[in-house]
């Protein structure tokens, strides 16, 4: 698993913590980018089952005709771009890919000269289509606060990607249809922030994303744009860069 070889003092010093927002500099993102989501941004879908999703394309088919139950192989949680990809990445959904250092070479530098990183595997940008149920993702289920996400755009008028903490037994799969806790849920915010940069615990904490519905024009929605980044990290600077951005932001882990 990527990032596994942590120093192990991380399991205790940042142990229940569910996410920090990153003291980096602010987002810089190429003018390119807007016209780049909007031309070529595509329904991510599933490609394969996996392990907590098992059924097969045909079987999600009659299951939705069943049950009503999501079939991810035709009705997309998200649309998005890639653009950047390694061999060994994920490979369970379709992957719209864009050259990135090509169409959006200042974000991509960006991150490289902002984070603290030994290499960049996959960047994607995904927007929800629905509201995203609690869960856990795969990947990256390690004791310290270490999935990287960015807010790029975000028209909600409050906070949507929320985190609260795996129940005892749960394996955080959305099979188990976690119920949202409003009493333990904890808001991502960044808008009154520097920084709109995050990495959250998922390993003992789940998380998911509401829907917001504008209230005039039915079944119209607010949208934003996360950017989902998975890179090595460097261990020294990257120890040093939790401990700035907690001490900046340790206000807003609750």
């Known amino acids: 698993m990527r990032n596994s070889n942590y120093p192990r003092h991380f399991e205790e010093k940042y142990k229940g913590?569910?996410?920090?927002?990153?003291?980096?500099?602010?987002?810089?993102?190429?003018?390119?980018?807007?016209?780049?989501?909007?031309?070529?941004?595509?329904?991510?879908?599933?490609?394969?089952?996996?392990?907590?999703?098992?059924?097969?394309?045909?079987?999600?088919?009659?299951?939705?005709?069943?049950?009503?139950?999501?079939?991810?192989?035709?009705m997309p949680n998200w649309n998005g771009i890639n653009v950047i990809d390694s061999p060994g990445a994920d490979d369970r959904w379709t992957k719209p890919m864009i050259d990135g250092s090509a169409v959006i070479p200042k974000f991509i530098d960006y991150l490289k000269t902002s984070l603290p990183t030994n290499g960049i595997s996959q960047i994607l940008f995904w927007s929800n289509q629905r509201p995203i149920g609690i869960h856990r993702d795969m990947n990256e289920q390690l004791p310290y606060p270490n999935s990287l996400r960015i807010m790029i755009q975000d028209e909600n008028p409050k906070p949507t990607f929320w985190l609260q903490p795996l129940g005892k037994g749960s394996k955080g799969i959305g099979s188990e249809n976690i119920k949202f806790d409003k009493d333990n849920a904890i808001y991502v915010d960044t808008t009154e922030l520097d920084s709109n940069a995050f990495v959250y615990n998922n390993q003992t904490w789940c998380h998911g994303a509401h829907k917001l519905q504008k209230i005039y024009g039915e079944g119209m929605y607010y949208s934003k744009i996360l950017c989902s980044i998975s890179l090595s990290w460097e261990w020294k600077g990257y120890e040093e860069l939790l401990d700035r951005s907690i001490e900046k932001y340790g206000n807003n882990i609750k």
């Not at 190429?30 to 996996?50: C, G, Q, S, Y």
């Not at 098992?54 to 009503?68: F, S, V, Y």
């Open 17 to 74: 913590i569910p996410f920090i927002v990153l003291d980096i500099p602010p987002i810089i993102m190429d003018d390119t980018f807007k016209e780049m989501w909007d031309t070529h941004n595509a329904p991510i879908v599933r490609l394969k089952p996996d392990e907590r999703y098992t059924d097969t394309p045909e079987e999600a088919g009659r299951m939705h005709k069943l049950t009503g139950k999501l079939n991810e192989y035709t």
